[in-house]
């Protein structure tokens, strides 16, 4: 079973920018692709970008892309989210997940990280 901690969050005015991470440890990476959520106060929980490990092929939310961006560092089992241009409707808990290849549900959530971006 592979576990995951977000970290990176914080406060940031708007246009800022924040990069989370998402460390991995446990079952292998490899074996799983990997996708940031995010969930802003009573609203649902939202895909904001993914990557599927074993082959490097990211996904990105379509009005996200410019702002965001997903990386990997295979070295460290760490995936990155790189916000840009940051505005308070970005404001959200953000999760990690992991998900089996081929599974329809997510083997693993981190605890979340909070982003707040004041105007």
């Known amino acids: 079973q592979v576990q995951l901690v977000e970290s990176g969050g914080g406060s940031v005015q708007a246009g800022g920018s924040l990069r989370l991470s998402c460390a991995t440890s446990?079952?292998?990476?490899?074996?799983?692709?990997m996708s940031w959520f995010r969930q802003a106060p009573g609203k649902e929980r939202e895909l904001v970008a993914s990557?599927?490990?074993?082959?490097?092929?990211?996904y990105v939310k379509e009005n996200l892309k410019g702002r965001f961006r997903l990386s990997r560092d295979s070295a460290k089992n760490t995936m990155y989210l790189q916000m840009n241009s940051l505005t308070p409707e970005d404001t959200a808990v953000y999760y990690c997940?992991?998900?089996?290849?081929?599974?329809?549900?997510?083997?693993?959530w981190g605890q979340g990280t909070q982003v707040t971006v004041s105007s």
């Open positions: 997940a992991a998900q089996s290849r081929g599974a329809s549900d997510f083997a693993a």
């Open positions: 446990g079952d292998a990476i490899f074996n799983y692709d």
């Open positions: 990557i599927m490990w074993s082959v490097s092929r990211t």
